[in-house]
């Protein structure tokens, strides 16, 4: 998938509000730690886990599935094997009239959801990671791909 800096800053300027389908509540986990950052740069996270839903995950309620989800929402970000992305991308579409943006994290494609969310005027990012795109395009990317600190000059 090729997307342009530009079509990428756009997305992450303009959205606010993203849900993470699969976020996981173990530190550890890419999941965890996107939505955290996320979060840390302003947006609204709303996560959704069957698995953790009532819980309280990043200072907000866990929801079971899209569907119960009562706010609106800007961008639906998706952490499951691209073999259940029809599922997501088919309740997000029918949850929100206006949602902007599906994105497919790392590893996850699926062409045919991507059409039908695109036939709706739903922008689709596929095969990416927002957290790594919103470090490198916003100029937060340091040593090695890594966003540190400050660097010892004992090292």
């Not at 009532?54 to 309620?61: A, D, I, N, Y």
């Not at 059409?115 to 919103?134: F, L, M, S, W």
């Amino acid at each position: 998938m090729d997307y342009s800096d530009d079509h990428l800053r756009d997305i992450l300027s303009r959205v606010r509000t993203i849900a993470i389908v699969g976020v996981s509540a173990n530190p550890v986990r890419p999941s965890y730690y996107v939505a955290r950052y996320l979060g840390l740069k302003g947006y609204r996270i709303i996560p959704v886990n069957p698995g953790l839903a009532g819980q309280e995950l990043l200072g907000q309620r866990v929801w079971r599935a899209l569907s119960d989800v009562p706010d609106e929402i800007d961008m639906v970000d998706i952490f499951r094997r691209s073999d259940v992305v029809p599922g997501i991308v088919d309740e997000a579409l029918a949850r929100w009239a206006k949602l902007d943006v599906v994105w497919m994290q790392i590893g996850v494609r699926h062409a045919e959801a991507a059409a039908a969310a695109e036939a709706r005027g739903v922008t689709v990012v596929q095969d990416r990671c927002p957290k790594i795109e919103y470090q490198r395009l916003f100029g937060e990317l340091r040593m090695g791909g890594f966003a540190t600190g400050v660097i010892s000059s004992k090292l």
